[in-house]
């Protein structure tokens, strides 16, 4: 195989993740968020999924103390 194809195949690949993970963004993202406002310009800027993650791991983090801080009280 050419070092021309190599990369067009490797530049395709990125691309194609790319692709994949902005329409995952759209699929997680609130209804409110997914539709174009009046004016027709595009939703706001795309989800983190790191950003995501990390809020996630907070809220089970909290979750997690309340829930032993309730089972001391018994």
Do not use: C, D, N
């Not at 699929?27 to 795309?46: C, F, H, K, N």
């Amino acid at each position: 195989m050419s070092e021309k194809k190599k990369i067009t195949a490797a530049a395709a690949a990125v691309m194609r993740y790319l692709e994949e993970e902005a329409a995952a963004a759209i699929q997680a993202a609130p209804p409110e968020m997914i539709a174009a406002p009046t004016g027709g310009t595009a939703p706001g800027a795309p989800v983190s999924f790191w950003g995501v993650s990390g809020r996630q791991a907070q809220m089970q983090l909290r979750t997690m103390m309340q829930l032993k801080a309730f089972h001391r009280l018994r």
